[in-house]
């Protein structure tokens, strides 16, 4: 059982920064890929990006370049460093975590924080 917590969110004008920070229990945390997706009001839950338990990493288009995923094995936390901040990255930002583990697949979500970017 992996249990899932962000923080970091808030609302910030366009072109400024933020960080967002999954903090993850459990001892199977280097097992996991762990994910940021992002849910805006009346359209569907989109990742944003995501890095392998290896370290890989990959972005959706309209992120690239600007938002960078990060993950500490040591501390078990993923971070999504979000730079020049646009108003179309307004959404609720979930960590999810997923993988095979102990023969089946697991899946996890944390419960979402908001990010408002005003223009």
């Known amino acids: 059982q992996v249990q899932l917590v962000e923080s970091g969110g808030g609302l910030v004008q366009a072109g400024r920064s933020l960080r967002l920070t999954c903090a993850a229990s459990?001892?199977?945390?280097?097992?996991?890929?762990m994910g940021w997706y992002r849910q805006a009001p009346g359209k569907q839950r989109d990742l944003v990006a995501r890095i392998s338990s290896g370290g890989s990493t990959n972005y959706a288009d309209s992120v690239k370049g600007r938002f960078t995923i990060s993950r500490d094995n040591a501390k078990n936390i993923v971070y999504l460093q979000m730079n020049s901040l646009k108003p179309e990255d307004t959404a609720v930002y979930s960590c999810n975590a997923e993988g095979l583990y102990s023969g089946s697949w697991k899946e996890y979500w944390g419960q979402g924080t908001q990010v408002t970017v005003s223009s």
């Open positions: 459990g001892s199977t945390f280097t097992f996991y890929a």
